[in-house]
T-cell receptor, first 115, second 114 residues
Framework: GAGVSQSPRYKVAKRGQDVALRCDPISGHVSLFWYQQALGQGPEFLTYFQNEAQLDKSGLPSDRFFAERPEGSVSTLKIQRTQQEDSAVYLC?????????????FGPGTRLTVT | AQSVAQPEDQVNVAEGNPLTVKCTYS??????LFWYVQYPNRGLQFLLKYITGDNLVKGSYGFEAEFNKSQTSFHLKKPSALVSDSALYFCAVRDPSGYSTLTFGKGTMLLVSP
């Protein structure tokens, strides 16, 4: 069955460039999460959407990071003026509802390399 | 603040032997606990979770985990390891009160040798 998909799978950006990362959650999933996974580390929370509403953006590391989910399905994570420290795998996850007991389903991630 | 510790960077086990991957947590109140597995170039896959009830939770691919409140642990176990179990395993915790984020440990690489 269709899972969470992300595109592109790999992105190389020169320092200072803007990038946009796309996430297609599982159809009907209300909640959508973005995580950043640095090499050798576990995923770290960035932001959370319930439908189109961004309810938590406390994990976004700077104002260069922006996320949206305008129609409550597809989401885009945008990073402006990329820096080398932004190099990481960006994971998207979705879950059926909004409860804390629900497991999250993850996409394959986008590996961003900033040169 | 909630946190998870996975004290072992790597666990080595021979195929057919039992395996344990350790996880301890810190959270106010009773936790919601999760295990995920990550294969190379793939996203995290959900294995199992503890919400309430029986302390022994069974999950996918023959894995199970035991919740121990007094030791604040949630170790992942499997009676007989397979080479195909070799992967990166993440423990995660969520505070059940109100809305909370999912907090992951740094991961443990499991290597099963033939």
């Amino acid at each position: 069955g269709a899972g969470v998909s992300q595109s592109p799978r790999y992105k190389v950006a020169k320092r200072g460039q803007d990038v946009a990362l796309r996430c297609d959650p599982i159809s009907g999933h209300v909640s959508l999460f973005w995580y950043q996974q640095a090499l050798g580390q576990g995923p770290e929370f960035l932001t959370y959407f319930q439908n189109e509403a961004q309810l938590d953006k406390s994990g976004l590391p700077s104002d260069r990071f922006f996320a949206e989910r305008p129609e409550g399905s597809v989401s885009t994570l945008k990073i402006q003026r990329t820096q080398q420290e932004d190099s990481a795998v960006y994971l998207c996850a979705s879950s059926l509802g909004q409860g804390n007991i629900l497991e999250q389903y993850f996409g394959p991630g986008t590996r961003l390399t900033v040169t | 603040a909630q946190s998870v510790a996975q004290p072992e960077d790597q666990v080595n086990v021979a195929e057919g032997n039992p395996l344990t991957v350790k996880c301890t947590y810190s959270v106010s109140g009773n936790p919601y606990l999760f295990w995920y597995v990550q294969y190379p170039n793939r996203g995290l896959q959900f294995l199992l979770k503890y919400i309430t009830g029986d302390n022994l939770v069974k999950g996918s691919y023959g894995f199970e985990a035991e919740f121990n409140k007094s030791q604040t642990s949630f170790h992942l176990k499997k009676p007989s390891a397979l080479v195909s179990d070799s992967a990166l395993y993440f423990c995660a915790v969520r505070d059940p009160s109100g809305y909370s984020t999912l907090t992951f440990g740094k991961g443990t690489m499991l290597l099963v040798s033939p």
